[in-house]
Structures are given as C-alpha cells and as structure tokens.
C-alpha cells in the first residue's frame, strides 16, 4: 500500500484536475500520458524546481514557504477555501486538545428543542447526529440520532428524491465532509470512508478529487412527500466550547409558502 502523505496526495489529486490551457501553457503535441498537468507544468508555472515539486508530492518535503503555497495556489487555480486548506496540510500539527463537549452539547439540544419553526441537528466532526429536534426528525425522517448525516444524504433514496438540487448538494458536502475531517482522521473517519466507499457512486466519483467546501448559507430547494414543494434557508454553524461540533439549521422566510409548510410539518411533529 502506498504511504499516505496528506499534502503530496491534495497537490496530486488538484493538478490532476488542471489543464495546460488552464494555465496558459501551449499544447505540446502527442499523447498526454497524465490527466491535467504534468509535474513539470506544475512547477514551471508556481516558478519552483521540478525536483523540489516531486519531494512535495512524494512527502520527502512538507515544510513549504508561503510564497511557495502561494504559488501552487495559483498554479492548480485553488480558490480561497481551497487555499486555506493547502496552508492547514502544510502547517499539520497533533490535533490540539478540545474542550469537553457534553455540557455545551447538553445546553444546546435543549436550545434546538425549544424551536418549534426552526428544524436543527447537532453534528460532530465526522457529521454523526447528536441531537435532532423534533421539526428536523418530521422534515427529514432519516436523520436520527446515531446516524450519520453524509451517509443518509449519499445513501437514502428518499434524500434524493427530497432535494431538488441533490446532485449540486452531494457535491458539496463531500467537500465539506473532507475539509472537517481531511486534517486530523482517525478511526472514526476511516470507517466511514470505507463505509461510503462500498455503499455510494457519488462518493465513490468525487471522493478523491480532494474538493475541499467551507460551511456557508444558502437555500435547498426541496420537494416533501408531505407538503410539497419548499425553499428552505440553511446555516451551518460552529458550536463555540465544543469538540468541533455544529449546529445545521434550516428556516424560511417569513409570509412564503415555506413558512406556512413548516408550520403545517410543526403540527405533525
């Protein structure tokens, strides 16, 4: 099995991903043997040494200076979510230690259950469900305490048929999903890799292409077996004095049909 060097396999996985024109580089002519650039591309255009390149990639170097991440960052075209993701696999340190989270969980699943509009899980760093209330568990039936939500999303058919946008949402999360958990992984995070591996072509498609999303706000527009068609808003924030845990929360806007549908969904909750 091949060593695992997170940085070599990021610069990997998003040159692949980069083609010459991308960059402005001229076509050469003949069979290309590599998809996307060549590492030899790569380092003429971030201006560094093949060789010093080829020790980045292989692991023998993992200390790179800013200006040279700053380089690479425009050479592979990373945008700034990407970017900052490059800086973190190059300053890798041991996980620092977190606070203990029951407590603060503890306060918050009571916070969540008291929002009879609001539909809101907490998740931890690997997005396994901790909490649910009671609006979520009636919008979204297969996110229940114990389940993970990156799974249920990629596995459960009824999650396909729910989001409009399913294939731009799947997409999003995996990068997401990567990004939390892609410095610091552990058993937790191997199990599940395994898990959507065997289980999910959309995983199994976009997995090793190393996107890397941030948390953002925005709209899922839905269509529930229940109510119909939705336009939900969606946060996802971090939970401060926690493990790394979040709170995802959807709402709608106030005198929309949305917000009428939750409330007809609050009723059954």
């Known amino acids: 099995m091949p060593a695992h060097h997170p940085l070599g396999d990021y610069l990997r996985a998003r040159r692949e991903l980069v083609q010459p024109a991308d960059v402005g580089l001229a076509p050469t002519g003949g069979l290309r043997r590599v998809s996307g650039l060549r590492r030899s591309e790569v380092a003429l255009v971030a201006g560094i ?11 023998q170097e993992t200390r790179p200076t800013d200006q040279v991440l700053d380089a690479l960052s425009r050479a592979l075209r990373l945008d700034a979510t990407a970017k900052s993701y490059l800086y973190a696999l190059a300053r890798l340190v041991d996980e620092p230690e977190h606070p203990v989270s029951a407590p603060t969980v503890e306060r918050t699943r009571w916070l969540i259950d008291s929002w009879p509009m609001t539909p ?9 469900i901790v909490a649910v209330n009671s609006l979520m568990s009636t919008l979204i039936d297969g996110y229940r305490v114990g389940r993970n939500a990156v799974v249920v999303l990629l596995t459960d058919p009824a999650l ?14 995996i990068g997401l999903f990567r990004s939390r958990v892609g410095l610091h992984a552990d058993r937790r ?27 953002t706000e925005g709209t899922h527009p839905m269509v529930h077996p229940r109510v119909g068609a939705l336009n939900l808003h969606y946060a996802h924030l971090p939970l401060v004095g926690s493990d790394d845990h979040t709170i995802f929360l959807y ?19």
Do not use: C
């Open 251 to 269: 709402y709608a806007e106030p005198g929309t049909h949305s917000e009428k549908a939750l409330a007809e969904l609050a009723t059954l909750s």
């Open 160 to 173: 396909r048929e729910l989001y409009a946008d399913w294939e731009g949402l799947s997409k999003r999360t």
């Open 120 to 128: 809101a899980i907490i998740l931890d760093r690997h997005s396994d």
């Open 49 to 59: 040494s093949t060789e010093y390149y080829v020790k980045l990639e292989q692991g």
């Open 189 to 215: 995070t191997e199990q599940l890799i395994a898990e959507l591996t065997r289980d999910s072509a959309r995983f199994r498609e976009l997995w090793n292409r190393h996107d890397i999303e941030g948390m």
